[in-house]
Every structure is written in structure tokens, then in C-alpha cells.
């Protein structure tokens, strides 16, 4: 038996098969688990809805997390499907390619609030509902990155929206840990090439830094990504909450610095 056997979770933020989501969703599935989908819009569910039906899924929902209506309905949905569940992996991000590319100092209000929005508040807002349905004891995971503790070049207003995403992650561990036992945790992951990380500026050298300053001397798969997020999520973890868990070939503890 797998250690996710009979347990129902989301996936959410899955967009190509290059997604870190994609190797969260490969492991759970191959640990058992019973997993759900959002998309965004119709271009999007023509590539998710077909990896999503390959790990069996039956519950493959729109839902925009900039639209409060639209998530009371996703989650009505998988409560109407479920009834309960017992875990919700958030690996959603945005913002516009300017606000990465520019200077931090010449980021608008406007871009400023839609990274927030949808990088860190989106997690909140998904906690929130998912809380309501999920089983005492449960597991919620974000997915994070070393830019919200360093300067990474490139990074710019992710890195901050980031920081607000392990902030978030800390108090909400605190707030559903004490009332629900509910495990909140965050990985951080090195560099992988997704539609994510186009966005950012010179991504193939950070990833070559980032190979040369690791402890393994490599950077890492979304596969092994995937692993460690399907053991927080799994009953193995259930001693761990609040944490950042680096899945990064110990990069960032080594000499190396991205930025450099």
C-alpha cells in the first residue's frame, strides 16, 4: 500500500506536464491517493484534463483564485464529490513579465497587487475553503523558491510575494494546527524549467549556478519534488508543520549564491 492509500487531495495550479504540480501529481498518484484538478480557462483544461485523467482523476474543475465566486463553486464541487478530503497541494503563481523583468524599485501598485493576489493571498483564500471540508489532521502544501529569502536576479516581485507566502504559511499552520490539526507546510524548490520560469530573466545560468554551488552538485527533478511533497501530505509527516522544506540538492546552505 501506498502512503497516501485511500485518501482524496487537490492538485491545484497544474498547467503541462513540465509542471513542478505534474510531479506532485505522478507521486501521490503513485501513492495511492484520489486527486482533483482546477484549470483556468479553455486553453488550459486542453492540457490539463488529459495528464489529470492519466492519474485517474474524476474531479476536473475550472476555477480562476482571482474570483472569490469562482472558488465557493470549485470547492462545492469537490465537497458535492467527496464529501471530505485530506489534502491540498497550492502550486499557483503569477505575475506580469514586467514586474519580474524591471528593477523591484519600478514596481506598480497594480502589478504589486496582482503577484500578491495570486502568488500568496491565493493560498490563503484556498485554505480557507479547503479548511471547511478537510479531515482533522489533514495536509496543505504550497510550493515556494530561495527568492524569498535572497536576492535572486530576475526574480524580482515574485521573491517578495514569495516572502508573503511563507508568512501566510506560518500563520496558517498556527491558526488550523491548534483548532484542527491540520499540517501546513511550504516546499522550496530549486530551479526547474516549467512555463512558470520562462519568465524569468536568464533562467538557464541560474540554474548552471545553482547546479555548481549545491551539495549534490546538480539541481533537481520535478519528480523529486514531487516525492517529498507526497510525503508532507501523507500521515509519515504528521509531526511536521510550519516548515520550508528545501528540496534544492542542499543549495541553499552551500558556498554558491545565484547570485553571484
Known amino acids: 500500500m501506498g502512503i497516501l492509500e485511500g485518501k482524496k487531495g487537490l492538485i491545484l495550479g497544474l498547467a503541462n506536464n513540465k509542471s513542478i504540480a505534474w510531479g506532485v501529481a505522478q507521486s501521490c498518484h503513485r501513492e495511492g491517493a484520489e486527486l482533483g484538478f482546477n484549470f483556468l480557462g479553455e486553453q488550459l483544461e486542453k492540457r490539463v484534463r488529459p495528464l489529470a485523467e492519466k492519474v485517474n482523476s474524476t474531479l476536473i474543475e475550472s476555477m480562476d483564485v482571482g474570483d472569490d465566486a469562482e472558488m465557493d463553486a470549485f470547492f462545492a464541487k469537490v465537497e458535492a464529490k467527496w464529501g471530505k478530503m485530506d489534502f491540498m497541494i497550492h502550486s499557483i503563481a503569477f505575475a506580469n513579465k514586467d514586474a519580474l523583468r524591471n ?3 519600478q514596481c506598480t501598485r497594480e502589478d504589486f497587487q496582482l503577484a500578491m493576489d495570486i502568488s500568496a493571498y491565493s493560498f490563503v483564500a484556498c485554505a480557507q475553503r479547503a479548511a471547511k471540508i478537510m479531515n482533522d489532521g489533514g495536509s496543505m502544501v504550497t510550493m515556494t523558491y530561495l ?6 536576479p530576475g526574480y524580482g ?4 510575494a514569495k516572502a508573503a507566502l511563507e508568512a501566510s504559511t506560518r500563520y496558517l499552520a498556527d491558526d488550523l494546527g491548534k483548532s484542527r490539526g491540520i499540517r501546513v507546510n511550504a516546499v522550496s524548490s530549486g530551479p526547474i524549467r516549467t512555463l512558470a520560469a520562462s519568465a524569468v530573466g536568464d533562467f538557464r ?7 555548481r554551488g549545491s551539495m549534490l552538485g546538480r539541481n533537481v527533478s520535478q519528480d523529486e519534488v514531487g516525492n517529498t511533497t507526497a510525503y508532507l501530505a501523507s500521515d509519515l509527516a504528521s509531526g511536521v508543520s510550519c516548515e520550508v522544506h528545501y528540496v534544492d540538492a542542499g543549495f541553499h ?3 554558491g549564491d545565484p547570485g553571484e
Do not use: D, H, Q, T
Not at 516581485?157 to 517578495?160: A, L
Not at 545560468?205 to 547546479?211: C, F, H, Q, V, Y
Open 253 to 255: 546552505v552551500g558556498a
Open 157 to 160: 516581485m515574485m521573491g517578495v
Open 147 to 152: 527568492g524569498a529569502e535572497r536576492v535572486i
Open 205 to 211: 545560468e541560474l540554474m548552471a549556478k545553482s547546479a
Open 103 to 105: 528593477p523591484f524599485s
